[in-house]
Nanobody
Framework: QVQLVESGGGLVQAGGSLRLSCAASGSIFGINAMGWYRQAPGKQRELVASITSDGRTNYADSVKGRFTTSRDNAKNTVYLQMDSLKPEDTAVYYC??????????????WGQGTQVTVSS
């Protein structure tokens, strides 16, 4: 059993910052890529940022230069620093991770989501 628990969402004014965290726990042998997705009302879930186990990152064009993802492999935790937030960043943010369990099974795990609301 593996769980991803997110924290750090909330309400912020446009131009402000938030930092999301996502910690993985459970029967984990290793974690490959970790990522952040978001889903706004009436829209499809979209990739925001991802990071490999060796720290290579990838960002959606809409957040490049404003968002930064990082990870602490020792803590099985991924972060998303969001700066210069815009109202269009309002969404539920989900983290995911490709996990290899102690039994050798690989699968994608998802967090429960955290709401980010940016007011204008």
């Amino acid at each position: 059993q593996v769980q991803l628990v997110e924290s750090g969402g909330g309400l912020v004014q446009a131009g402000g910052s938030l930092r999301l965290s996502c910690a993985a726990s459970g029967s984990i042998f290793g974690i490959n890529a970790m990522g952040w997705y978001r889903q706004a009302p009436g829209k499809q879930r979209e990739l925001v940022a991802s990071i490999t186990s060796d720290g290579r990152t990838n960002y959606a064009d809409s957040v490049k230069g404003r968002f930064t993802t990082s990870r602490d492999n020792a803590k099985n935790t991924v972060y998303l620093q969001m700066d210069s937030l815009k109202p269009e960043d309002t969404a539920v943010y989900y983290c995911n991770a490709y996990v290899v369990s102690r039994s050798g099974v690989g699968f994608t795990a998802w967090g429960q989501g955290t709401q980010v609301t940016v007011s204008s």
